[in-house]
């Protein structure tokens, strides 16, 4: 058996890829509609997160309120305890050893003018003073 090679030259020079400038502007088109969805979910992703920190931040704030409004009562309690007027007559005759006036222990004064009261200040003071 006998072979034969033969060289035949091929010219390509002349071809022309058909559809690049469109195959292009579609990958374009494609890559800009890929980019849209992934800025879309990533603004989601953001808004769910933000979301979720603002929750759980609120809930501390509810917590912290409720933890104030139970104080309040509490210290609001023990005002009126504190001012109950038994627990300062008690406090006043225990402690302080204060009794009931008797009748001449009472002196009533009357009430002076303004007048009165200017010239009494200005005059108790020494001559050397001013």
């Given at each position: 058996?006998?072979?034969?090679?033969?060289?035949?030259?091929?010219?390509?020079?002349?071809?022309?890829?058909?559809?690049?400038?469109?195959?292009?502007?579609?990958?374009?088109?494609?890559?800009?509609?890929?980019?849209?969805?992934?800025?879309?979910?990533?603004?989601?992703?953001?808004?769910?997160y933000?979301c979720?920190?603002?929750?759980?931040?609120?809930?501390?704030?509810d917590?912290?309120?409720?933890?104030?409004?139970?104080?309040?009562?509490?210290?609001?309690l023990?005002?009126?305890?504190?001012?109950?007027p038994?627990?300062?007559?008690?406090?006043?005759r225990?402690?302080l050893?204060?009794?009931?006036?008797?009748?001449?222990?009472i002196v009533?004064?009357?009430?002076?003018?303004?007048?009165?009261?200017?010239?009494?200040?200005?005059?108790?003071?020494?001559?050397?003073?001013?």
């Open positions: 058996m006998v072979e034969f090679y033969t060289v035949k030259k091929i010219d390509n020079s002349r071809l022309v890829r058909r559809g690049t400038a469109g195959c292009m502007r579609r990958f374009g088109g494609q890559l800009t509609l890929v980019f849209v969805i992934a800025l879309g979910l990533l603004a989601y992703a953001w808004q769910r933000d979720l920190e603002m929750s759980y931040r609120l809930e501390k704030v917590q912290s309120e409720s933890r104030v409004a139970e104080l309040n009562r509490e210290l609001k023990e005002l009126a305890t504190l001012r109950s038994t627990r300062i007559d008690l406090l006043a225990n402690q050893g204060m009794t009931v006036p008797q009748p001449g222990q009533q004064t009357e009430p002076q003018s303004a007048g009165e009261m200017a010239d009494a200040r200005t005059s108790s003071y020494p001559a050397n003073f001013r």
